[in-house]
């Protein structure tokens, strides 16, 4: 089994931006197509974003226009780059394969905060 660690979250002004990263073993991320999810207070984790192995993605509708999913292959790593954040993006950001497998265990993820 292995834990994603994820790294980016912070603290952002609504309408600003953030760049989440995270890093994969080869074994996972050349294998499997990769997702971000997010888990506010008292929701569901859900799915923000995923990338295929070959670089297709798909959005969720609450930040398609967004937030843009992307791959580096060379470093094994998955972006997220969010931009016009609202308050309501503000949750508990994880990277795992899409689907989730249950060899890959969530991690801490990463907190984003948009508050003014």
């Known amino acids: 089994q292995v834990q994603l660690v994820e790294s980016g979250g912070g603290l952002v002004q609504p309408g600003g931006s953030l760049t989440l990263s995270c890093a994969a073993p080869g074994s996972i991320f050349k294998v499997y197509a990769m997702g971000w999810y997010r888990q506010a207070p008292g929701k569901q984790r859900e799915l923000v974003a995923r990338i295929t192995v070959g670089g297709r993605t798909n959005y969720a509708d609450f930040v398609k226009g967004r937030f843009t999913i992307s791959r580096d292959n060379a470093r094994n790593t998955v972006y997220m780059q969010m931009n016009s954040l609202e308050p309501e993006d503000t949750a508990v950001y994880y990277c795992?394969?899409?689907?989730?497998?249950?060899?890959?265990?969530w991690g801490q993820g990463t907190q984003v905060t948009v508050s003014s």
């Open positions: 795992n394969t899409y689907p989730p497998r249950t060899s890959v265990l």
